[in-house]
């Protein structure tokens, strides 16, 4: 055998078993993936829900804000249905995110055991910030 046609072979098994590899691993369960769920839908998962990477979309519960130094405890509801947040993330706290605003919240994490979603990352928006004030005459 030539050298170019060892070389090519090489490549092609190389190649060959890198596409094997990620396909494995993208085979392999809540590795990477992060489902996007409501408050009542992790409800409703019931167990699984603990073995899943999440996405929790809800409204804040006024009044749940509780900060410890560094921690940060909080409520999300949808209709009925609440979930604990207990945020462990490092990143910064969106200037919306407090006890008076009315504030869509979205958490990425996992669900404990003791029943509370351990947030690594917050999102809030304040609808109301950004709609059009149309009391206001335009001039």
Aim: glycine share 6%.
């Amino acid at each position: 055998m030539n050298k170019n046609k060892l070389k090519f072979v090489i490549g092609s098994v190389v190649i060959i078993l890198a596409v094997i590899l990620l396909a494995v691993q993208g085979m392999e369960e809540d590795t990477t993936m992060s489902y996007s769920k409501s408050v009542s839908e992790v409800h409703m998962l019931g167990e699984r829900a603990k073995s899943l990477t999440l996405k929790v979309n809800g409204d804040l519960k006024k009044g749940s804000i509780v900060r410890n130094n560094l921690d940060l405890d909080f409520t999300i509801v949808e209709g009925n249905s609440e979930l604990e947040i207990h945020y462990i993330g490092k990143d910064p706290i969106p200037d919306t995110f407090n006890n008076e605003m009315d504030a869509e919240v979205i958490v990425s994490g996992k669900l404990k055991d003791d029943g509370i979603f351990h947030a690594e990352r917050i999102q809030a928006k304040c609808a109301s910030k950004y709609e059009a004030d149309y009391t206001s005459p335009e001039v």
